[in-house]
């Protein structure tokens, strides 16, 4: 565990949850960012799930487990919310998973950006397909009038509801004392994010889709409820979501996105269901994952160290991409011209790449259409240069190496890190001077 990360805590309401609790809990466990602190928070579960929770516990000394009679959901959150003794805030539900390197994304835009809320995309999961959902495009930090401007857009979108694909400062929680209404038992989680919002003043949307959302919880049409009960439950949110833009904007101003804020009332929620296939965006799952074959795993020799290097780093980039909506491709190209930006022609970036001419110049094309890329070229000489509006991607590229090394360099101690770096480069001068004399 890397101690100078700042700690997180991920809490997991669990309620007979033994078939999928497994997936969810190795997901967070194997989190590329170490340093957190896993709260199980056992709601009174009848099957095997408080035992599998001790398992955990036993295993591995992040793990804290809260055993409770079953109150529901709201009140296991709040209780799990005082154990918490995390900086960071992170919220998983049993049945679904978060992506290797979820955690870890969330904290790095949270303390690159200052802000005080980050906002995920996710995959919604239907048997073996998934799509990517997501909401808001813009990539620079969030005034709360900006990020509620885009909440009013589309205000019963999971999106913005549901407490799964958000970090949250703990400060905040517990200076404001925000904690789940257990008066209620839909959309919840939605008052605690407006509660959450109105305190703090910057938020950040992360493209990058981290989490696996598997199945609808909390709506209408799950619960038992007759429609006096709905009714009033949702007159009573609307009350709370039409206070907090009187909160957020002057009285002025409050007249003129009325109607907007109505339009709550007759929305219905929207998880982003997965559509049938072959529509476009609809992927099988572990197509997202890189897949090493076991001789890959397990093998040694120069031919197996440069596949993991290539698998490793293309994993890395398609992280990169995903959250800048690029193809790998275009991001390998990319991070190449981030480090070299100056060639004679065409021909000698394909083979400083490994990609073909043809495709060089298809992607350096379609780089420059979306004015992430600017190309110039002279006789003998073709020059990359990058634009103010490559900007977030630049800083994405900047990462890469660092997190590259944190892998490769895990469990070493600084001077073992010293010691590979400086024999890894008298070893490439060994190679540059061979092939100079050939």
């Known amino acids: 565990m890397n101690t100078e990360e700042t700690l997180v805590s991920i809490i997991v309401p669990v309620h007979n949850s033994q078939e999928y609790l497994t997936r969810c809990v190795d997901s967070i466990l194997g989190q590329e960012y170490q340093n957190i602190e896993l709260i199980l928070a056992d709601d009174g579960s009848t099957d095997a799930s408080a035992s599998l929770c001790d398992s955990y516990r036993a295993r591995d000394p992040r793990v804290r487990v809260l055993h409770k009679p079953a109150t529901g959901v709201s009140d296991t959150r709040n209780r799990a919310l005082d154990m918490a003794r995390g900086t960071y805030i992170q919220f998983v539900d049993s049945d679904d998973w978060i992506s290797p390197e979820a955690t870890r994304l969330l904290v790095r835009s949270m303390e690159r950006n200052h802000c005080d809320m980050v906002i995920s995309d996710f995959y919604r999961v239907s048997g073996e397909h998934f799509v990517h959902k997501g909401d808001i495009s813009d990539t620079h930090v969030l005034t709360r009038e900006e990020f509620s401007s885009f909440m ?4 019963a979108d999971f999106y913005y509801g549901v407490l799964w694909n958000k970090l949250f400062k703990k400060e905040i929680i517990d200076r404001c004392k925000i904690r789940m209404d257990v008066e209620i038992s839909w959309c919840e989680d939605f008052l605690f994010n407006l509660e959450y919002i109105r305190h703090a003043h910057s938020f950040l949307a992360l493209q990058a889709p981290i989490y696996y959302y598997v199945k609808r919880k909390g709506s209408l049409v799950s619960q038992s409820f007759s429609v006096g009960q709905a009714i009033r439950m949702k007159l009573n949110i609307f009350e709370y979501y039409q206070e907090f833009y009187k909160d957020i904007y002057d009285q002025e101003d409050y007249k003129n996105i009325r109607p907007q804020v109505y339009r709550f009332f007759l929305s219905v929620a929207k998880d982003g269901a997965v559509p049938p296939l072959p529509l476009p965006g609809v992927q099988k799952l572990g197509k997202e994952k890189p897949h090493l074959p076991d001789q890959a795993i397990t093998d040694r020799g120069l031919p197996m160290d440069l596949y993991r290097y290539r698998k490793l780093m293309a994993y890395q980039l398609n992280t990169v991409a995903k959250k800048n909506h690029l193809t790998l491709e275009e991001c390998q190209l990319l991070y190449h011209l981030f480090f070299v930006r100056d060639y004679q022609n065409i021909r000698e970036l394909a083979d400083f790449t490994g990609f073909t001419p043809r495709k060089v110049s298809s992607l350096v094309q379609s780089l420059t259409r979306r004015n992430l890329l600017v190309c110039v070229s002279r006789k003998h000489a073709l020059s990359f240069s990058f634009p103010s509006s490559a900007r977030q991607v630049l800083l994405d590229l900047e990462m890469v190496s ?24 008298a070893a490439q001068d060994n190679i540059s001077d061979f092939l100079t004399r050939l």
């Open 402 to 425: 660092q997190d590259f090394d944190s892998i490769r360099f895990q469990g070493f101690s600084e001077e073992q890190r010293q010691s590979h770096q400086q024999l890894e480069s």
């Open 152 to 155: 009013i857009e589309n205000p």
